[in-house]
């Protein structure tokens, strides 16, 4: 049995704004909260904290940037005793993208506390280093389920201690196939603990999931839109076989810098993305088959605005940690209107109009009409003969990304990638746009008009005191340049 809270938005944000020092946190964590600049709470902190925080068994429903993270964080930090060396709480997630992500806020709530160790356990790298950390002691452990059982099975990970477990976008996971691990991981937990949910929709499968090892969940639901977003939302009537062109045509129309265009399946994914490139348009696509380090560089492009369209599945783009985009188009109508109503609140940010552009066939009529209910809006149905090129040249994305062969490792940071770019290159900083520094390699994103330029520059030029070899990430059908511009020969040597 569970309770059911539903937290509805007010219309008039300020109206219901609910700071955090109502909740029964101690002095340091609302300090180092007011430092992130965490206000009030969301939504779903607002409607989530009271609970956890007492203690409960919670199921938590929300989308995408609405806050889970310090949702559980909070509660989660509260049961620990940092004077114990035993790992004390777990946060299941289902990719190693997404663990980082929770590990690295985990760590900005623990701030106020010292000596919290927040550990990621998470494939893709090796096992000894984490084996070693985890001898070393810590108090939380955040990874995906198959390298959490993996350290079950070889006794490097104790679980008696643990008082708290988190699943953290449980639908996710599902999908991946891993309902056996967090089964066979909840199991190996002790009895007395608390069990906290999250997920952006709710199958089946997590009912069957909570049943087996939550005790007496309360609920806590948020659908809704934010009443701050600005989102349009227009449907376009459209023949089957218009579709993938259509969208052609919406983006030729409306142009915006970034688009999240959602496909229902795999297939359509990769048909969309041929006719998009064919027409000259720099679109990547994310789907399951990418490895690691390829979905790693697609979303570091399409992140950076070097990329104008990304094209992926729901499953595919779950989870991400993206800033709100000019436009998400629905290139089929998806039959779940929770799907659609998390799909679109991926655009319109506070300051700025986003578009949420639909595609809808005759045979989808019903589809659309349960969306117009779930959302308590009429439908805004536009014919396709009204969208117009708004300009002749090709959309093209501002900006261009190089990648630099070096990282982390050789201990590479976005200021020595900035400052030789600004320095000896001559650049303003005003031409660099993200720079993102991973183990082996950095990528840079700089003004479309002087990638070649700055690319040369750079591979002339010194790193560190190094030379780098760099090359240009190509986004549109192009083959991209298998080498790396060879490095110009050591002028010490
Ligand atoms: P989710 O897991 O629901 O997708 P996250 O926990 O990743 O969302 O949070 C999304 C973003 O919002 C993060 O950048 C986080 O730092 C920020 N954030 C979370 N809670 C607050 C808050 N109360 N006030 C301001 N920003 C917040
Ligand atoms: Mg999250």
Not at 204 to 229: C, N, W, Y
Request: proline share 5%; aromatic share 4%.
């Amino acid at each position: 049995m569970t309770e059911q809270t539903s937290a509805a938005l007010a219309t008039d944000p300020a109206s219901n704004a609910a700071p955090f020092d109502q909740l029964p946190l101690a002095p340091a964590v609302l300090a180092n909260l007011g430092q992130l600049g965490y206000l009030d709470m969301t939504p779903i902190q607002a409607a989530s904290l009271p609970i956890s925080l007492a203690g409960h068994d919670l199921i938590a429903q929300a989308k995408t940037g609405s806050g889970k993270t310090a949702a559980f964080g909070l509660p989660l930090l509260k049961n620990l005793n940092p004077r114990g060396f035993s790992v004390q709480a777990m946060v299941l997630c289902p990719t190693r993208e997404l663990a980082d992500q929770v590990t690295q806020e985990l760590r900005r709530l623990a701030r106020s506390e010292d000596n919290i160790k927040i550990l990621a356990l998470v494939g893709g790298s090796t096992m000894r280093p984490q084996m070693t950390s985890l001898e070393h002691g810590a108090h939380v452990v955040v990874g995906t389920p198959g390298r959490i059982m993996d350290h079950l099975q070889r006794g490097s990970l104790n679980l008696d201690a643990l008082n708290t477990l988190v699943l953290d976008e449980a639908d996710r996971m599902l999908d991946m196939g891993f309902f056996g691990e967090i089964a066979a991981i909840a199991k190996l937990c002790p009895k007395k603990r608390q069990t906290l949910l999250f997920s952006a929709t709710f199958p089946e499968e997590i009912a069957e999931l909570s049943q087996r090892f939550m005790r007496q969940p309360r609920q806590v639901k948020l659908t809704e839109l934010h009443a701050g977003d600005k989102i349009r939302q227009r449907f376009y009537q459209i023949e089957k076989d218009q579709r993938l062109q259509a969208v052609a045509l919406l983006l030729n129309h409306y142009r915006p810098v970034s688009t999240l265009a959602f496909c229902n399946t795999r297939q359509q994914c990769r048909d969309l993305l041929q006719v998009l490139r064919a027409q000259g348009f720099h679109a990547l696509a994310l789907h399951g088959e990418l490895e690691q380090r390829e979905r790693d560089q697609v979303l570091i492009q399409f992140a950076n605005r070097s990329c104008s369209v990304l094209v992926a599945t729901d499953v595919a783009a779950r989870g991400l940690d993206i800033d709100k985009l000019e436009a998400v188009i629905n290139v089929d109508v998806t039959p779940d209107p929770e799907v659609y109503i998390h799909r679109i609140g991926r655009t319109g940010r506070v300051d700025q109009d986003g578009w949420a552009l639909s595609l809808a066939s005759d045979n989808q009529v019903k589809r659309v009409d349960a969306i117009a209910q779930a959302i308590g809006a009429e439908i805004e149905w536009h014919p396709l003969a009204e969208l117009q090129p708004a300009s002749n040249k090709p959309l093209l994305p501002p900006m261009a990304t190089l990648q630099i062969l070096g990282g982390r490792k050789d201990k590479i940071r976005p200021g020595d990638i900035l400052g030789a770019l600004t320095g000896e290159a001559g650049f303003t900083s005003a031409q660099v746009g993200k720079i993102s520094v991973t183990d082996t390699v950095t990528y840079v994103a700089v003004e479309r008009r002087i990638a070649h330029e700055a690319q040369r520059r750079l591979a002339e030029g010194k790193v560190k005191g190094r030379s780098v070899k760099v090359r240009i990430l190509a986004v549109d059908g192009d083959a991209p340049p298998r080498e790396f511009v060879p490095a110009v020969r050591r002028r010490d040597g």
